[in-house]
């Protein structure tokens, strides 16, 4: 009498899995990294890493649609490389701030305003000739 | 708002050197009293009628911020400007993109550089 033994087939890998995945991986990066940047250690410097972490990623993606072409990895690939692109356009070009062409020079006096504080009080240049040094900080707002 | 508490959180520093921070924004009074009160040692300036904003040159950044918005535009372009004790201008700052901000240290050592009398 004879046995018969019985094996499962081996899983075979779809190629360049492996690829997409980190791909895809580096992309989030970029974005994970950024808001703990700003949000957990406060450093306020231009994230040029994002870009980078998801052009890389763009590339490992169509790496892996050389390796085997399917719908899904086309999809990513066109998503991953549609954020890198947003990412560069916005560090690169909206967030572009003119050189300061106002009128206050250095070595001259703060010219004349007026404003509002807070509470309402009127706040001019004069106030700001009392002896105290100020730091004027212009800031976006709350958003 | 990360900014503003980081430099309330180092307020002490800026007033051992006898300087005090004024945070000015385009918004309304109303809405800055809340930005006031969760920085009680900074000076939260309500610039919605643009007298400071326009005199130190902001409004023409509104274009690059969000082009299109003009100068109705509702933000400022970041920007720290260090004055003295007579209210003479000792430097001007503002970086090459909007999401770079001075950190308290920077500014800080700017203030020793630029006005070391304090």
């Known amino acids: 009498m004879t046995t018969a033994s019985v094996t499962s087939p081996a899983k075979i890998r779809p190629r360049g899995r492996g690829l997409f995945w980190a791909g895809i991986g580096l992309c989030l990066l970029g974005i994970a990294l950024t808001v703990v940047q700003y949000n957990l250690l406060g450093w306020l410097m231009v994230p040029w890493y994002s870009p980078i972490l998801a052009t890389l990623g763009a590339g490992l993606l169509l790496y892996a649609v050389v390796q085997r072409r399917s719908v899904s990895r086309i999809i990513g690939l066109c998503l991953v490389a549609a954020l890198a692109g947003f990412q560069w356009y916005m560090l690169g070009f909206m967030a572009k701030l003119p050189d300061y062409q106002g009128p206050a020079r250095v070595g001259q006096k703060l010219p004349p305003f007026q404003t509002t504080l807070a509470d309402g009080r009127q706040l001019t240049e004069r106030e700001l000739q009392d002896g105290t040094a100020s730091v004027l900080v212009f800031y976006r707002g709350r958003w | ?118």
């Open chain 2, 1 to 118: 708002m990360i900014e503003l508490g980081q430099l309330e959180a180092k307020h002490s520093d800026f007033q051992k050197r006898n300087v005090r921070i004024l945070a000015i924004s385009l918004e309304d009074q109303d809405t800055v009293k809340p930005t006031q009160e969760s920085f009680p040692n900074l000076i939260v300036v309500a610039d919605a009628e643009r007298g400071l904003a326009n005199e130190q040159g902001l409004s023409e950044a509104l274009e690059v911020i969000h082009p299109g918005s003009g100068p109705d535009g509702d933000t400022a372009a970041p920007t720290t400007i260090l004055v003295d004790g007579s209210g003479t201008v000792r430097w001007v700052y503002r970086p090459d993109r909007f999401f770079r901000r001075l950190s308290p240290e920077e500014v800080l050592a700017a203030v020793d550089e630029h006005m070391p009398a304090g």
